[in-house]
Antibody, heavy 118, light 111 residues
Framework: EIQLQQSGPELVKPGASVKVSCKAS????????MYWVKQSHGKSLEWIGY????????SYNQKFKGKATLTVDKSSSTAFMHLNSLTSEDSAVYYC???????????WGQGTTLTVSS | DIVLTQSPASLAVSLGQRATISCRAS??????????MHWYQQKPGQPPKLLIY???NLESGIPARFSGSGSRTDFTLTINPVEADDVATYYC?????????FGGGTKLEIK
């Protein structure tokens, strides 16, 4: 069974950083890009970027360049998203999702809720 | 960036009737003979679920009540007949050009 298991909710102070993880299982981790998507409360979805686990290549939405950094650990089949200089605007649910441009995003993690508050 | 405009923002449909959701792109999302438009269903507290990929291909395990059509800039998701379990918000997404943008969503309710 294919699963993407994300790390738990985070409560962090403004100005801090956070690292969200997404552990993949049930498929060959390096065969599919891993995407990250932001959903602010009650809002639509925003594409943050993706990483190719095979070679570490990345592509970012210009809006999130400098805010998000995507990495992977192939040995543990885990993708990471580091978010820095957090503000209240970064409070949202963040999803990882497997896929590519041909097949859409076919498997999603359960989401990680990030709350930025003093 | 390619802007995706969904309409309506919300709709109420009777059980057993047809629901039609539109997604219009600010520029063509077609390349190499494919339309890179996908549709998702999201229920409260859950991640999105892929329904349709590349405009008209039904994802495995998705009921045939769901169908997609369209090309270039105009796309449609149809649910026929609507069932109670279909209450959700539906999103279109394009993957023809970075960034892979999403539509604003359409909330489906039962009348």
């Amino acid at each position: 069974e294919i699963q993407l298991q994300q790390s738990g909710p985070e409560l962090v102070k403004p100005g801090a950083s956070v690292k969200v993880s997404c552990k993949a299982s049930g498929y060959s981790f390096t065969d599919y890009n891993m995407y990250w998507v932001k959903q602010s409360h009650g809002k639509s979805l925003e594409w943050i970027g993706y990483i190719d686990p095979y070679n570490g290549g990345t592509s970012y939405n210009q809006k999130f360049k400098g805010k998000a950094t995507l990495t992977v650990d192939k040995s543990s089949s885990t993708a990471f998203m580091h978010l820095n200089s957090l503000t209240s605007e970064d409070s949202a649910v963040y999803y990882c999702a497997r896929g590519g441009n041909y097949r859409g995003l076919d498997y999603w993690g359960q989401g990680t809720t990030l709350t930025v508050s003093s | 960036d390619i802007v995706l405009t969904q309409s309506p923002a919300s709709l109420a449909v009777s059980l057993g009737q047809r629901a039609t959701i539109s997604c219009r792109a600010s520029e063509s999302v077609d390349s190499y003979g494919n339309s890179f438009m996908h549709w998702y269903q999201q229920k409260p507290g859950q991640p999105p679920k892929l329904l349709i990929y590349r405009a008209s291909n039904l994802e495995s395990g998705i009921p045939a009540r769901f169908s997609g059509s369209g090309s270039r800039t105009d796309f449609t998701l149809t649910i026929n007949p609507v069932e109670a379990d279909d209450v959700a918000t539906y999103y279109c997404q394009q993957s023809n050009e970075d960034p892979y943008t999403f539509g604003g969503g359409t909330k489906l309710e039962i009348k």
